[in-house]
């Protein structure tokens, strides 16, 4: 077992703690539905059957991501029995169905980052190794068929990308979405996600980091739109385009040092804490594509040891508005850490 695989291990209990908590905590649920009327008082239970814990809709649906991710990689039998049991239950072909319809009733509903995690989570389901959560997979093709369908008419109708730091950003939700589609089979998906990320961001050069970082962002903007890139471009032409997009960066800026959350029991604050470790998955993600011979790997490299040390504790911590989500920011850098390590 690699050093990476040993980190890994030694926190997969508990973000299967958090997990399975978070997974089957309904309330309190910050319900982002619109209403249409005075008898249109549904609880979320009923509106989202499979995805009406952990605080909100999307992270509840990658909070299922981090389950059946963690079953995958492996568990005490116990644990590992409960959240195959949640995932089972919540996420029945029935539940899937209710929630396709209601993605189709109300097409900008979690737009585009409940959309990238609820792909995120189908290709999970589909390539587990698994059987009884690969068993889950064909409930899941009546909703990828939906996002598909809200993922192209998106971005043929936007003559601009979403660049700010939290939950609209559409470098992140692009990337997601991408990678996602490829692991599906869906081709032409991807091809236009490829085509989006290419109109949207290919010209981009001398990225501003040093007015990143506003008081409640959980990504950043540059890093999130390189880590996209690096998975549209052919190696080269990534290269080429991340010296011109990164040209800002140094060693010891503020975009690679850890952040200062004075509160955390601030909602919006400990979105910093999702920065530190988001940061540190497409910083290790962009270094590996770059690969070691370029100065600007070394640099990305190293902060991302830091930045993902930065934000573990505050995932597994007591504080709801923390652990609700932050594990899967968490999980995500560390598997970013054990590809490059490979």
């Known amino acids: 077992m690699s050093h990476s695989d040993l980190a890994r291990a030694a926190w997969a209990d508990r973000f299967a703690a958090v997990a399975v908590?978070?997974?089957?905590?309904?309330y309190p649920y910050a319900a982002h539905h619109t209403t249409s009327g005075p008898d249109d008082r549904a609880l979320p239970v009923e509106l989202h059957p499979a995805f009406a814990t952990?605080?909100?809709w999307h992270s509840s649906v990658h909070m299922h991501w981090l389950a059946a991710r963690l079953v995958a990689f492996g568990l005490p039998t116990g644990l590992e029995a409960r959240l195959t049991s949640v995932l089972q239950a919540h996420l029945s072909a029935d539940h899937l169905a209710t929630e396709a319809a209601y993605l189709r009733g109300t097409p900008h509903y979690e737009r585009p980052y409940g959309w990238a995690w609820l792909m995120r989570l189908a290709a999970e389901?589909?390539?587990?190794e698994v059987l009884a959560i690969r068993s889950l997979a064909p409930g899941f093709v009546p909703l990828v068929d939906v996002v598909e369908e809200l993922v192209t008419n998106?971005?043929?109708?936007?003559?601009?990308?979403?660049?700010?730091?939290?939950?609209a950003n559409s470098a992140f939700g692009l990337l997601l979405v991408l990678e996602a589609a490829r692991s599906l089979g869906r081709d032409e998906l991807a091809a236009t996600c490829e085509r989006a990320a290419r109109q949207w961001f290919g010209d981009d050069a001398g990225w501003p980091f040093a007015w990143e970082r506003s008081g409640h962002d959980f990504l950043s903007a540059g890093l999130a739109e390189a880590d996209l890139m690096r998975a549209v471009l052919?190696?080269?032409?990534?290269?080429r385009w991340a010296r011109a997009f990164l040209s800002e960066v140094q060693p010891g800026d503020a975009i690679l040092s850890s952040t200062t959350v004075r509160d955390e029991n601030d909602p919006q604050q400990v979105h910093l804490f999702g920065l530190d470790l988001s940061r540190a998955g497409s910083a290790r993600r962009i270094a590996d594509a770059l690969g070691d011979g370029e100065p600007l790997a070394a640099v990305l490299d190293d902060a991302a040891?830091?930045?993902l040390a930065s934000g573990l504790a505050a995932s597994v911590g007591e504080e709801y508005y923390s652990t609700h989500w932050l594990a899967s920011f968490a999980w995500d850098a560390m598997e970013a850490r054990e590809h490059a390590a490979r």
């Open 154 to 167: 998106w971005v043929d109708g936007a003559a601009h990308p979403v660049r700010h730091g939290v939950h």
């Open 305 to 307: 040891d830091r930045l």
């Open 125 to 128: 389901v589909t390539a587990s």
């Open 21 to 26: 908590e978070n997974t089957t905590r309904e």
């Open 54 to 56: 952990s605080y909100d």
């Open 234 to 239: 052919p190696a080269a032409e990534f290269a």
